[in-house]
């Protein structure tokens, strides 16, 4: 998916054939196991599977593509000297256009290796940005407790 591209699902665009946008979300779902890099991707596009249209599987075949011209990467984990626990932690507000809730996430890195890390909707709809914030540092505190 491009950054900053924003998927709604009413759209005036043309729409595909269901079957074959939930195959293909189906199995980057499945590659979502070793490829965590591409999770927030496919789980957005999953959002989508009742209203699929052109521009959805445009963004899929996009992941796609990024995956074709990523799999020589991979991650390189070295030994760290001290072991200190990192929390980082963000949100949006009002992300979905749909139903305007908010999306927050975290990761908590420790020595040199993230050990957790999430990325989902919250389940209310905020009045102000300081209130999505709150919400996702009480997540965030919640699971480094």
Same mark, same amino acid.
């Given at each position: 998916?491009?950054?900053? +591209? ?5 759209e ?14 189906g ?6 196991a070793t ?8 789980? +957005? ?14 963004a899929?075949?996009r992941?796609?593509?990024y ?23 963000d949100?949006?507000?009002?992300g ?13 890195i420790?020595?040199?290796? +993230? ?6 909707k919250?389940? +209310? ?8 914030e709150?919400v ?8 480094a407790?």
């Open positions: 998916m491009a950054v900053g +591209m924003k998927l709604l699902s009413e005036d665009h043309e729409s595909v054939c269901e079957t074959d946008y939930r195959s293909l979300v199995c980057l779902l499945y590659l979502t490829r965590p890099d591409i999770l927030f991707a496919v789980s +957005m596009l999953s959002r989508f599977m009742h209203c699929c249209n052109q521009q959805h599987y445009k899929g075949k992941v796609l593509r995956i074709k011209g990523t799999l020589s990467h991979g991650i390189h984990f070295s030994r760290a000297e001290e072991l200190k626990l990192i929390g980082y932690t949100s949006n507000w009002a979905s256009k749909d139903d305007m809730k908010s999306t927050s996430g975290y990761s908590f420790l020595g040199s290796a +993230m050990i957790c890390w999430s990325s989902r919250q389940k +209310m709809v905020a009045q102000s940005t300081a209130e999505v709150y996702a540092a009480a997540n965030a505190v919640n699971q407790m």
